[in-house]
């Protein structure tokens, strides 16, 4: 998304740097807290430093995308500072911090170098640690909204009465393969534990008379499950989540909290 010409000129007035300067700062965000790309990350310090983008953004899905990257940078940030050497001379107003220098530690060995890993498949590492707890998140909780509607509205024996045969016998597949490792932790006491993106789609396909009330259409939820479904087996792979990808879940696990949060009255 282009920068507004406005902006620009605004940003570089309120934090009384040139525009030049400016696009440095951007450029220092992205290497820092992205990758989002220069202009999004100027949006990214518009934001920070008050101005408001819907003078200089027309469309309001890509006002909504600016904020959830704020968001994901403003949460990254404290980290980053308190590890920080406090010797680092102050940026200006509204500026990032420099780069930090850090080795990533696991139990008594870490380090890219030390693991015989390039230091990309370090940096991917700490971007991936930012997505996973917004995925392990989304997906509980869906699971968590059809288990408490359907009990409510089936009782208590909804997963064999109300889940397709295709999906029962999936889920039953994985419960018999990790029967076979019972030294590996069991993912959850009910089958929906052992369900994925596509299965929470053929549940809520299946029974959607009964979450019509909740979500705004069947193409709202199944169209993300779908979108996402990808991204999540990806990370489950341990493989890094391309940029657009952890973007799109961003957004994506915003909207499912605002939903829950407006309907909440009609989740048992």
């Known amino acids: 998304m282009p920068v507004d010409r406005r902006l620009r000129v605004d940003l570089a007035k309120k934090v009384g740097i040139s525009e030049r300067r400016l696009y440095e700062l951007a450029a220092r965000m992205d290497a820092d807290h992205g990758p989002m790309g220069t202009d999004d990350a100027m949006y990214v310090l518009a934001q920070f430093n008050g101005l408001k983008l819907t003078k200089y953004i027309d469309d309001r899905d890509a006002v909504d995308r600016v904020r959830v990257i704020a968001d994901r940078v403003r949460a990254a940030m404290p980290r980053a500072e308190e590890s920080r050497p406090p010797a680092r001379p102050e940026a200006p107003a509204g500026a990032p911090r420099a780069p930090v220098v850090r080795t990533i530690r696991v139990g008594p060995v870490g380090g890219a170098a030390e693991l015989l890993l390039p230091k ?18 989304l997906e509980n909780s869906i699971r968590t909204v059809i288990v408490r509607v359907m009990t409510a509205k089936h009782g208590s024996d909804w997963w064999s009465k109300r889940v397709s045969t295709g999906t029962q016998n999936k889920v039953q597949g994985r419960r018999d393969k990790e029967e076979k490792a019972p030294w590996h932790g069991a993912r959850g006491t009910h089958d929906i534990y052992y369900s994925d993106f596509a299965d929470l789609k053929d549940i809520l396909f299946k029974n959607w008379a009964d979450f019509e009330d909740i979500f705004p259409n069947q193409a709202w939820i199944t169209l993300k499950l779908e979108e996402l479904e990808p991204a999540r087996n990806t990370l489950a792979h341990h493989n890094p989540v391309p940029a657009k990808e952890q973007t799109r879940f961003d957004v994506y696990f915003d909207d499912w909290g605002k939903l829950v949060a407006a309907k909440k009255g009609l989740i048992p």
């Open 120 to 137: 990309s498949v370090e940096d991917d590492a700490d971007r991936m640690g930012q997505l996973y707890p917004k995925i392990y998140l």
